[in-house]
T-cell receptor, first 111, second 112 residues
Framework: DGGITQSPKYLFRKEGQNVTLSCEQN?????MYWYRQDPGQGLRLIYY???????QKGDIAEGYSVSREKKESFPLTVTSAQKNPTAFYLC??????????FGPGTRLTVL | GENVEQHPSTLSVQEGDSAVIKCTYS??????FPWYKQELGKGPQLIID?????GEKKDQRIAVTLNKTAKHFSLHITETQPEDSAVYFC???????????FGKGNQVVVIP
């Protein structure tokens, strides 16, 4: 059953903590993306990766970090430097630079 | 960079009627325009997309039209059903460019 999985579905973080969100895909897609969604807002690009061991900053990369050690995986770390991390985080993937398909999302709440 | 705007922000329709959502974009180089449907608490799902070499594309009750001169594209949903209630996002990019620019979304409410 092919698709994109994100875990956990809900995540709670205390202020000052780093947390890592998981994104895995078995679609054999080359590119992967992380977006942030706030209520009533569109999707804003955090980071993207076109190939393994390479990634580029998106529009709101400050306070976030990523790695791409495997084609199937693109974890996102929300660091303590991110001042307002409460949001819905969406991972997507695409074959080459084509159509993007999204995972189910992780809702992060800072306590 | 590309700027995409959606109108109206909220749309209520009676079941069985048609719904139309319009998006405008700023970059004349954009040539790829996907539409996504997002249900509450879920990730966006691609429902239809269009490239600038065609003016209209249809898939069952859903159609998208593109006017490159005016730089706008629209989503048309016919014979609306309660399950069509969701937030719809449009986006634009140059196909082959990773950078999709999203609109802020339209809440569509289908009233039974």
């Amino acid at each position: 059953d092919g698709g994109i999985t994100q875990s956990p579905k809900y995540l709670f973080r205390k202020e000052g903590q780093n947390v890592t969100l998981s994104c895995e895909q078995n679609l054999n897609h080359d590119a992967m993306y992380w977006y942030r969604q706030d209520p009533g807002q569109g999707l804003r690009l955090i980071y993207y990766s076109q190939i393994v061991n390479d990634f580029q900053k998106g529009d709101i990369a400050e306070g976030y970090s990523v790695s791409r050690e495997k084609k199937e995986s693109f974890p996102l770390t929300v660091t303590s430097a991110q001042k307002n991390p409460t949001a819905f985080y969406l991972c997507a993937s695409s074959k080459d630079r084509g159509t993007q398909y999204f995972g189910p999302g992780t809702r992060l709440t800072v306590l | 960079g590309e700027n995409v705007e959606q109108h109206p922000s909220t749309l209520s329709v009676q079941e069985g009627d048609s719904a139309v959502i319009k998006c405008t974009y700023s970059d004349s180089a954009s040539n790829y325009f996907p539409w996504y449907k997002q249900e509450l608490g879920k990730g966006p799902q691609l429902i239809i997309d269009i490239r600038s070499n065609v003016g209209e594309k249809k898939d069952q009750r859903i159609a998208v039209t593109l006017n490159k001169t005016a730089k706008h594209f629209s989503l048309h949903i016919t014979e609306t059903q309660p399950e069509d209630s969701a937030v719809y996002f449009c986006a634009a990019s140059t196909y082959g460019n990773n950078r999709l620019a999203f609109g802020k979304g339209n809440q569509v409410v289908v009233i039974p």
